[in-house]
């Protein structure tokens, strides 16, 4: 089941910085953002065995996610570069409502492959 972590900022007079160290449960081997998006829905899939760790890092959106253990679909709202939620590959996502600023910055923790991704969504 997706999950949030709370990432650590630290905020004085010049800004924030957010560290995303020892929190992502995964090795990272892909990085890719997602920018730019009108009013589309993007995603639409799960994986067979990739994990992700998405950030709002501009803007906001909503991931839907839906597990195959038959309850309804969670709606996560990423809005602060702060929060960082945790995709497990057996959770079919979605992402909608971005905001014409939203870049939205995702972790993998393997390599592109298309075999790895599952179209169809639970019953």
């Not at 309850?71 to 971005?98: G, Q, R, V």
Request: glycine share 4%.
């Amino acid at each position: 089941m997706a999950n949030i972590i709370d990432l650590k900022t630290y905020t004085d007079a010049r800004g924030n910085l957010t560290v995303v160290e020892k929190v992502i449960p995964f090795d990272i081997k892909r990085v890719f953002y997602i920018y730019g998006v009108d009013d589309s829905v993007r995603g639409n899939h799960r994986h067979k065995k990739t994990i992700q760790a998405a950030i709002a890092i501009q803007g906001a959106c909503r991931i839907m996610n839906k597990s195959g253990d038959g309850l309804p679909a969670e709606a996560f709202h990423l809005d602060t570069p702060s929060k960082c939620l945790i995709i497990n590959p057996e959770d079919y996502h979605w992402m909608d409502n971005f905001t014409k600023d939203c870049i939205l910055m995702v972790f993998a923790s393997d390599y592109f492959d298309a075999n790895d991704y599952i179209h169809e969504p639970y019953k």
